[in-house]
């Protein structure tokens, strides 16, 4: 292939989406020659095929636009959608993932790209590569490094780390392959850290390009004391599925849990606090443990 891109496929899944954002997004992934897979999880049935004739009409053949009669099949369940056809045709490399507010950066994209080829070429095992994700208002993200883990000598700015964001990671095909899907039935949350995990215990390590910066905002605003970003606010529902999913995750992977649950009660509690609105997170939060020690799984919405 003549454009280096071309090797790598990206896929959005939409909600809802900004509609001028999701074409400037899209745009910018075409100008790269990135081959776009869109799928589209939006409830509505008449709005799903307002999105697919806008998005034929502005980019003609030029994307790959999928969707489910169903609705919202969940965030996990679209992601192998793509993935799954992306491995399929055989002719990528990997896939790059991206939240549909991504806002799309070249220079990030090109050092994820070129790390990838470094660790490829020095044969070191790749779970997964993810940019280094920023607030829009510059302070970046909290990343669970593994001490002692830069790569070699001039790979400073790669860590290897916990846990990747899907949002800007590249996942290649192999790790597809060898490692299987996310896990669908966990809907939403807590995907991209069962799948981290599942690659580190497979010995894939998953890393992080401090190089690779792109602003990201997560949930609905931050919990802010004296000056310091602690931790995001997420809208009520999201901490059922976060402590759910991680509790299935850890016994899906045969580690104990009662250590996360304490400290995601103690995140929850101070994010109740400092919201003024500590019932609902807390009402969400027990369901979510009641459910993942249950092993109940799936949307919250087919569980009441």
């Known amino acids: 292939m003549g454009n280096k891109y071309e090797e790598f496929a990206a896929c959005i899944v939409l909600y809802n989406p900004d509609w001028k954002h999701l074409i400037s997004a899209i745009s910018e992934l075409l100008k790269l020659g990135i081959p776009t897979f869109i799928f589209d999880n939006t ?102 490094h593994l001490s002692g883990k830069n790569i070699r000598n001039n790979q400073d700015s790669l860590l290897q780390v916990k846990s990747v964001p899907s949002s800007y990671s590249l996942i290649p095909t192999l790790t597809f392959k060898q490692i299987g899907y996310f896990e669908e039935d966990f809907f939403i949350d807590c995907i991209d850290g069962n799948y981290s995990l599942r690659c580190r215990k497979e010995g894939l390590p998953v890393y992080i390009d401090k190089n690779g910066k792109f602003t990201h905002d997560v949930g609905i605003g931050d919990v802010i004391i004296f000056g310091k970003h602690l931790f995001p606010i997420a809208n009520d529902y999201r901490y059922y599925y976060q402590i759910r999913n991680i509790i299935l995750s850890k016994k899906r992977n045969d580690e104990k849990y009662l250590k996360d649950i304490l400290l995601r009660f103690v995140i929850v509690l101070i994010t109740a606090i400092y919201t003024i609105k500590p019932f609902p997170k807390i009402k969400y939060f027990i369901k979510g443990v009641l459910h993942g020690i249950a092993n109940k799984s799936g949307s919250l919405n087919q569980l009441r």
């Open 43 to 144: 409830e509505d049935a008449d709005q799903r095929k307002e999105i697919k004739a806008a998005l034929q009409n502005s980019f003609k053949q030029n994307i790959h636009l999928f969707s489910s009669p169903e609705g919202n099949i969940g965030l996990a369940a679209a992601y192998n959608f793509v993935a799954k056809k992306v491995v399929q045709t055989g002719i990528y490399q990997g896939l790059f993932l991206f939240d549909q507010d991504s806002i799309i950066n070249k220079n990030a994209i090109e050092s994820i790209v070129k790390s990838y080829s470094e660790l490829l070429a020095s044969n070191a095992p790749i779970g997964t590569i993810s940019g280094y994700p920023i607030r829009k208002n510059g302070v970046p993200y909290r990343i669970r």
